[in-house]
Nanobody
Framework: QVQLVESGGGLVQAGGSLRLSCAASGSIFSINFVGWYRQSVGKQRELVAGITSSGSTRYADSVKGRFTISRDSAKNTVYLQMNSLKPEDTDVYYC???????WGQGTRVTVSS
């Protein structure tokens, strides 16, 4: 099983930016879909952004135009660039290969108003 390790979370003011990284212990880019999800206590897990093996991307409506998912195949890493952050983006963000039920440990993002 490939291990997924997220990093880059933290505390930022509204309007600020963060870049999350998801480093995989092995190659994951031949896998169809890799996604960033977010979830906090009492809330349903939400797909924030995803990227397919062909490079196609998809985004939740709430983050379109603000977040960008990308990947570096040489580094086996997926990134989530988050701009114009809002307090409602506060959550724990997880990297996942959902088809194989691979999940990272999560990284917390807190956006202050």
């Amino acid at each position: 099983q490939v291990q997924l390790v997220e990093s880059g979370g933290g505390l930022v003011q509204a309007g600020g930016s963060l870049r999350l990284s998801c480093a995989a212990s092995g190659s994951i880019f031949s896998i169809n879909f890799v996604g960033w999800y977010r979830q906090s206590v009492g809330k349903q897990r939400e797909l924030v952004a995803g990227i397919t093996s062909s490079g196609s991307t998809r985004y939740a409506d709430s983050v379109k135009g603000r977040f960008t998912i990308s990947r570096d195949s040489a580094k086996n890493t997926v990134y989530l660039q988050m701009n114009s952050l809002k307090p409602e983006d506060t959550d724990v963000y997880y990297c996942s290969v959902p088809s194989l039920n691979w999940w990272g440990q999560g990284t917390r993002v807190t956006v202050s108003s």
